[in-house]
């Protein structure tokens, strides 16, 4: 089985950075695509950041441009998200996720697998 831990979460003020990371186990890390979603209480989780098995590509939710780098270390089996100027509404639990393929999109039926998600909390 695919296993992925998220860590890195906390509480910071609004404007302050956190960076995210998710390690993985039981798949061959560097040939699948991976991604950060994010659920908020009471709203559907949503789409954060993905980027493809070699880290070549990225895309990113529009709220999340300018602001979030995702990357990874495929000698570490490790994903990370870089989060800059948070604000209160980047409040929720991220979840780390990996896709079937080499390259997943923003759609949650295009991952397999999910970690159990770290929390942050941006406070005004």
């Known amino acids: 089985q695919v296993q992925l831990v998220e860590s890195g979460g906390g509480l910071v003020q609004a404007g302050g950075s956190l960076r995210l990371s998710c390690a993985a186990s039981g798949r061959t890390f560097s040939s699948y695509a991976m991604a950060w979603f994010r659920q908020a209480p009471g709203k559907e989780r949503e789409f954060v950041a993905a980027?493809?098995?070699?880290?070549?590509?990225?895309y990113y939710a529009d709220s999340m441009k300018g602001r979030a780098t995702i990357s990874r270390d495929n000698t570490k089996n490790t994903v990370y998200l870089q989060m800059n100027s948070l604000k209160p509404e980047d409040t929720a639990v991220y979840y780390c996720a990996t896709g079937s393929k080499g390259w997943s999109g923003s759609e949650i039926g295009e991952y397999d697998y999910w970690g159990q998600g770290t929390q942050v909390t941006v406070s005004s």
């Open positions: 980027i493809n098995w070699s880290g070549s590509n990225t």
